[in-house]
């Protein structure tokens, strides 16, 4: 189910649209990559530093990495685990009523941001070698009250939740 919500991140006030598909948007318009990665029933958060507790994800920054290829590096890097990736939809980011956009920043006026599911095959110790402090394992259920997030992230929990890899 498609569905948008207005945010301000830090007074750039803009729509964020949920679109469930199996279609990728151009790649030079995607913004970041992110995943819920599944264990044991269990969805795997990382504490980022300055963000509190997340899902693991970022940007492609490597010549050529596809979108699942980044999510896989950014699962290692954040939660120090590999898995199969599905991909589940995208979040249109829309600076249409951004004060603060800049049209000569990194960020395209219209960007997408790229979920996917990840079922985790491999569990690594924990060494805290890049930005997260730690990772915990939560019930689904449970996410509301440990994730600090906009709306749209329960909705793509759910359907993360709908997949089976």
């Not at 990728?24 to 300055?50: A, I, N, R």
């Not at 939809?89 to 996917?116: A, H, S, W």
């Not at 449970?142 to 600090?148: F, Q």
Request: aromatic fraction near 10%.
């Amino acid at each position: 189910m498609q569905k948008s919500i207005n945010v301000d991140w830090n007074g750039h006030h803009v729509r964020l649209t949920w679109i469930p598909t199996d279609q990728l948007p151009d790649l030079d318009k995607v913004t970041s990559v992110h995943g819920y990665c599944f264990h044991q029933g269990k969805v795997l958060l990382v504490h980022v530093e300055g963000r509190g507790f997340n899902i693991p994800g970022g940007h492609l920054e490597i010549v050529d990495e596809t979108p699942e290829h980044t999510l896989q590096r950014e699962a290692y890097e954040e939660g120090y685990v590999k898995g199969n990736v599905q991909y589940l939809g995208m979040i249109e980011v829309n600076n249409q009523d951004n004060p603060l956009f800049d049209p000569d920043g990194k960020y395209p006026f219209i960007g997408y941001q790229l979920f996917y599911r990840l079922d985790i095959t491999e569990c690594f110790p924990f060494l805290r070698e890049n930005e997260c402090t730690c990772r915990i394992w939560v019930e689904p259920s449970e996410i509301p009250y440990v994730m600090n997030d906009h709306e749209l992230s329960l909705l793509i929990l759910e359907e993360a939740m709908k997949e089976d890899v």
